[in-house]
């Protein structure tokens, strides 16, 4: 089983228990605010897309990481590796993806777990190249991609929502 541990935090694979935490993450209209289309998801399809995260495990050997605070045992939310097919101009390529619960926020940790999952995509995987991808008016995710040395490359708009996004790029 793949996990990751940094300083504060645990990295690893889903468990049943993380259902009713990311789902009320997902329900959160300010975490989904530059997400996609905006949209909150609901309980259904948050136990949707765990499933997949764990088929991607499986079937990529990379994936998206449940972020569990040691400390207090909670679930932050997620950080970790996907493919981002709703950008095919700049396939092929894995991004870094993350997204926590907002009593989560402002505290390093999306950081913490971002320079393990790069550490992991870099070193472990072999990977060459990852890049981080964010809607024009996500400050925060810049502001974690510039804190982690990834290099602004292109600004494009994703086709199916029509949203601005910045693409950025660390090369091993
Ligand atoms: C993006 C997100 C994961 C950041 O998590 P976090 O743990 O708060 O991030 P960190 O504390 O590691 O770093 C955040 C940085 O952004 C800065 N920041 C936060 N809000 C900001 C804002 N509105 N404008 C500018 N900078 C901002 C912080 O000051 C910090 O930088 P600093 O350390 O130089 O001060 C979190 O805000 C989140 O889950 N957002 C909603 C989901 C989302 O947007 N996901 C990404 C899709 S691309």
Redesign the pocket.
Known sequence: MTSLRTPRLTLRRWREDDLEPMAAINADP??????VDGSVRDREQTAEVIARWEREWDERGVGLFAVEVRETGRLA?FTGLTVPDYLPEILPAVEI?????RP?????????A?RAVLHFALRDRGLARVV????VG???????MR?LGMRRERETVAPASGAPVRVHVLEA
């Open positions: 300010e975490v989904m605010r530059c997400v939310g993806d993350w997204r926590l619960g989560f926020w402002g505290r390093g940790i999306a950081t913490e971002a981080g991808v964010h809607q996500n400050d925060a995710s810049e502001a974690v804190k």
